[in-house]
């Protein structure tokens, strides 16, 4: 989570909005560093029907004023270029920066890489493998 969250200060994004749906891996305590210094917004979520999309909604409506633009990512997704490089974020938006604009970001699907455990070191080091056609992924 601190890999996830470094990697994309490092890509330019400033806040982080955070929703914890029943983990039980000790996240907040990861995220304490980056709450205490504003960056991060924790919220634990636990309600029923569509947590992700439940939380998608109250997100849009509670801090989309405070923001020009907010992604809507999961924490084991990551920003890149098409060549693997990191972008800044500020620069990418900068092009897009007109009174209404969406950006539609293309997935790419890294999958399990062959790992029976996820091996030490930084997920952006060993997860380099990608397919752009989920049709042609396996998991």
Avoid at 64 to 71: D, I, P
Wanted: glycine share 6%; net charge negative.
């Amino acid at each position: 989570l601190a890999e996830w969250i470094e990697v994309h200060l490092l890509a330019g994004v400033e806040h982080f909005y955070l929703y914890n749906h029943r983990s039980a891996d000790n996240s907040t305590l990861a995220l304490l560093p980056y709450i205490e210094r504003g960056v991060v917004d924790l919220h634990d979520w636990d309600l029923p029907g569509h947590p992700q999309k439940e939380a998608m909604l109250h997100c849009t409506h509670k801090y989309g004023h405070e923001t020009r633009w907010m992604a809507m990512i999961d924490v084991d997704e990551f920003f890149l270029s098409g060549d693997g490089q990191m972008l800044d974020m500020r620069e990418v938006v900068r092009n897009f920066d007109q009174e209404k604009a969406l950006l539609y970001v293309q997935e790419m699907f890294f999958g399990h890489q062959g790992f029976e455990r996820q091996p030490a070191g930084l997920v952006i080091e060993h997860y380099l493998n990608r397919s752009d056609d989920i049709s042609r992924f396996s998991y």
